[in-house]
């Protein structure tokens, strides 16, 4: 198993999807949506922070012309492991999506409150399509039912971090998926 950097050298129990497994499946991913969009006009909605990892390797295998948003919402606090079910844009897209075929890439839906809440924001503003593109898919704590077009791996309900997803912030760059070890964490309030 790797050796975490600092800050929190211990908090690695397993290594969940290896960077190979990533790699090997967002290839795939661009690969189909490359197909499904053949011919179409497209806009990747990055929601960040998290599915920023996520969203520079997928575009590497997106053959088709396509063009990059970002929007930034807040669900979460630092250090929180449950979603509120309230979310607010803290940073709005730069484009105008009316009209448009729009695909969501999301690092991670839990609860699914998040992409529901963004899901409705963005389709009152009229795309001509929206998807949802999620790496990752954790069914199990679901509140809110949501359709996802595009998941790179269904995980079960462990506390994952690391490719775009924090622990106290830290270890987003890590280029696998890790399992916090729970015994030895302490959240941050
Ligand atoms: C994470 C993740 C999703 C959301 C999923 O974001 O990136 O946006 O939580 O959880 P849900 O399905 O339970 O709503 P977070 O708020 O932690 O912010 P971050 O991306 O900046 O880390």
């Given at each position: 198993m790797p050796q975490l950097p600092p800050p929190y050298t211990d908090l690695l129990s397993e290594v969940l ?61 630092a250090g929180a492991r ?75 309900t462990k506390f994952v971090f690391g490719?775009?997803l924090d622990l106290d912030e830290y270890y987003?760059?890590l280029?696998f998926i890790g399992v916090v070890d729970t015994a030895k964490y302490k959240p941050t309030e």
């Open positions: 999807i290896t960077q190979d497994e990533l790699q090997a499946r967002i290839q795939e991913l661009g690969a189909q949506i490359s197909q499904d969009y053949a011919g179409q006009d497209l806009v990747l909605i990055c929601i960040l922070r998290g599915g920023v990892m996520f969203l520079t390797d997928l575009v590497r295998h997106i053959s088709t012309p396509h063009m990059m948003d970002f929007m930034a919402v807040s669900s979460y606090g449950e979603s509120s079910g309230q979310v607010r844009i803290t940073m709005d897209l730069s484009m105008d999506i009316a009209g448009r075929n729009v695909l969501l890439v999301e690092d991670i839906v839990d609860s699914g409150n998040t992409i529901a809440s963004v899901l409705a924001l963005l389709q009152a503003r009229q795309p001509a399509s929206l998807k949802v593109c999620s790496l990752l898919d954790k069914p199990e704590l679901r509140q809110t039912e949501v359709s996802i077009d595009y998941t790179g791996f269904v995980i079960p490719y775009g987003r760059n280029p």
